[in-house]
T-cell receptor, first 118, second 111 residues
Framework: GESVGLHLPTLSVQEGDNSIINCAYSNSASDYFIWYKQESGKGPQFIID?????DKRQGQRVTVLLNKTVKHLSLQIAATQPGDSAVYFC?????????????????FGQGTILTVHP | SQTIHQWPATLVQPVGSPLSLECTVE??????LYWYRQAAGRGLQLLFY??????ISSEVPQNLSASRPQDRQFILSSKKLLLSDSGFYLCAWTDPNSPLHFGNGTRLTVT
């Protein structure tokens, strides 16, 4: 079946460093990928998304890289700040399978805990 | 801009009691609506989704049900809660031009 996996990572970085969070997915039919940030006691917050026809997309301080050959997704955070400390989730979607619910039927990984030390 | 509201934020209920969690979305029409559950230390699992009023699809067999009485209202219910229903319940919405956006969730503890 489909699965998106984060291997129980915990990432600790110093303020100002760059952070890279990795994610592997197993469904080669997935064509839409998304990263979320979740702070304690809150719902996941959208960070950035990417479609399978792209291999890189940049936002404000964040970059998502997609390697379809090895089914790997990464989130890069530049100049990491203490406010970036949170759990980060990747998620994937097969829009053809999801049909009219296209963006909403996501399969989530288990999350990476990012801790930024001042 | 669109906003999503979920309540209550926390809830403690005894086993066997009923449940009703409510979610409303503002600033959009005919959104797709979703209920996800997050177990402690784990990712999110899709429970239900709805593409329109009265239209509910269930993703996993369970003790819960969902209803959509109005375009921007989504309700998660149970007639009799089980201990295993404890978790963090998240409502979310999309439309054809938006990624999935979540509410701030309800922490349910069944005792």
């Amino acid at each position: 079946g489909e699965s998106v996996g984060l291997h129980l990572p915990t990432l600790s970085v110093q303020e100002g460093d760059n952070s890279i969070i990795n994610c592997a997915y197993s469904n080669s039919a997935s064509d839409y990928f998304i990263w979320y940030k979740q702070e304690s006691g809150k719902g996941p917050q959208f960070i950035i998304d990417i479609r399978s026809n792209m291999d890189k997309r940049q936002g404000q301080r964040v970059t998502v890289l997609l390697n379809k050959t090895v089914k790997h997704l990464s989130l890069q955070i530049a100049a990491t700040q203490p406010g970036d400390s949170a759990v980060y989730f990747c998620a994937e979607n097969n829009s053809q399978k999801a049909g009219g619910t296209s963006y909403g039927k996501l399969t989530f990984g288990q999350g990476t805990i990012l801790t930024v030390h001042p | 801009s669109q906003t999503i509201h979920q309540w209550p934020a926390t809830l403690v209920q005894p086993v066997g009691s009923p449940l009703s969690l409510e979610c409303t979305v503002e600033g959009t029409s005919n959104p797709n609506l979703y209920w996800y559950r997050q177990a402690a230390g784990r990712g999110l699992q899709l429970l239900f989704y709805s593409v329109g009023i009265g239209q509910i699809s269930s993703e996993v067999p369970q003790n819960l049900s969902a209803s959509r009485p109005q375009d921007r209202q989504f309700i998660l219910s149970s007639k009799k809660l089980l201990l295993s229903d404890s978790g963090f319940y998240l409502c979310a919405w999309t439309d054809p031009n938006s990624p999935l956006h979540f509410g701030n969730g309800t922490r349910l503890t069944v005792t």
